[in-house]
Structure formats: C-alpha cells, structure tokens
C-alpha cells in the first residue's frame, strides 16, 4: 500500500495557480476519497464502488448530474462523499426508511434525531490566550462517539443500501474529524463560544455588518487550497503527484483531536473583521494538505478492512 504525507515544497507548488470558486463540502470530501480509495486493494475497491453505487444511483437527477460533470473521473464511493451534508436535517430513522433500508442495531438509540452535530467536536479553547479551556461545550453525539457506531454499524448492515448508507457517513465523517475548525471551538469567560469559527469574521464586514466568510468558511475551501483549480480533475493530479511513499499512521481518535487542537493557534491568529494576510493564507494552506494527506491515509486502512460479505 502507498502511504503519503505532504511536504512544504509540494503544497508551495500547489499554490500557483489562478484562485476559482470551489467548495470543501464537495471537492474536499470527494477528494480525500479519491485519495484513499487509490491505495487499497483493487478487488476491495471494486466491492466498494458497487454498494455505494446502491445510493449514488438513487440521487435527485440534479445531484447525479452535479457528481457526472465535476467529477465524473472520480471513484463511487468518493460521489456519495457528500451525502451526509445533504440530508444532516433528516432524522436518522426517516432517512434509512426513505431508502427502504433497515438502520443498523448500534444506530437505533438515534433514530429520531438527525446527523447534523455528527460532523464535528468542540474542544474548547480561552478567546485571547488560546489555551485549552475546561468549558463543556461538545454535543452529546459529535464526531468522535459517532466514528465508532459507524464502524459497528457497517458490520451490522443487512443490505447493499443500508451498507452504502453507513459507508457515506463514515467517509464524510473521516474527513470532517481531519478539518482543523471541526475540532476546536473559541471560548469566552461564560463558555459563551464562536461555533467553531462561525461566529468568527475572517475578513473586513460588509454593509450593515454583514460578513461574507466566516472562519470556519475560509478552512472548509483549505484556505484557499481547493479554489485554485478550476476542474477537479487538475486538483486530484495534482495533491496525488506529491504523495511520499511512506508514512506511519496513528488510527486514535484522541491523536486526530491533539492534531486539531495543534492547529487552533494559526488558525484564531488573525484579527477578527480583517482579511488574512499573505503569510497566514500559505500556512493555513499548507496545514489544510497535511489535513487531507492524512484523513486520505488514514481512511484508506479503514476501508481495506471493511468485510463487503453480507
């Protein structure tokens, strides 16, 4: 298996060329699948892209139609990539009966609520000094607990659709845990908090106050990172081009949140209603490549050990 991990070098030469609109929900996601999904085991691959085919076939026209042109050249399982964003407002239970699917045993307890506070954790940090704080301010069913049901629940799917289901919410999960303002949250004395960056202006206000980017905004594109490609094809190339063969990964949890936490003081070191300065923008870039490198690696030995065998 080919392992990766960015270098410095690789992410500068990511960074020249001309910025065009994107979006992390989407090219991020299926970009990180992308990755994982070259590094397995061809057979496992091919087992994979036929369940999630079960869901990605059963998309609204406009959706398959988004997933055709923009990443056509992408694998299945990296289109259903960004499924979990669109249905996070669904209760649990709706949603795998709306697919004629039986929700898995380890989900149950959660069939009456929806998924939206599965895509991310809050550790606390103090507004001003960045240290951690010892506010409570995580929902009840974050990210971290739903990791593990996940992978319960794969093993417990009684169908290709119940099991393509499962394997969009794992994915999108593993990429979610990976972005740094999915993590980490700033704090004030009241434990009064900014959404994890939402809250946060990360750029001068418009009329009427109105802000047109929040922080957690700015590193859902990998500030700036994804925006410089104007097809995904170029950007898949050219992440996948600067892979390292080796690398060593650490598959705890609590090591991805300490990796998150590390990042929150570049990432509450601008000034809030001012745009962020030349050096900031290459450094948040550069974390945001490592970010992707490693949930790409790291999702990859997940998915090699996923038993396809209903």
Known sequence: MKHFLFTRLAVLTLACTPLLASAWSQDGHVLIVDLAMDQI????SRELESIARELETRFEFDRRMVN??????????AKIASFPDWVRDEPLGQLF????ARLPAALEPLADQDTSSWHYTNQAINEGS????SCQVSPEWDVVRVIPLLQQAWQQADSKIAQALVLSFLVHMIGDIHQPMHTITRVSENCRHDLGGNL?????PLAAGRC?????ALWDTGVGLFDRYDEYPALKQALDSHMPEQFDPDMRL?????????????AYSIRENQSPDPTYLEDGRYVSAGR???AAQRLSLILEDLDTRL
């Open 68 to 77: 055709l042109r923009a990443f056509g050249s992408s694998n299945d399982v």
């Open 200 to 204: 946060f202006c990360a750029t001068r």
């Open 292 to 294: 992707i490198s490693l």
């Open 41 to 44: 085991d061809s057979a496992q």
């Open 130 to 133: 960045l240290s951690p704080s």
């Open 212 to 216: 047109p980017q929040s922080l957690h």
């Open 97 to 100: 009966q709306r697919f004629d």
């Open 254 to 266: 609590d090591s991805w949140l300490a990796e998150g936490l590390a990042q929150s003081r570049l």
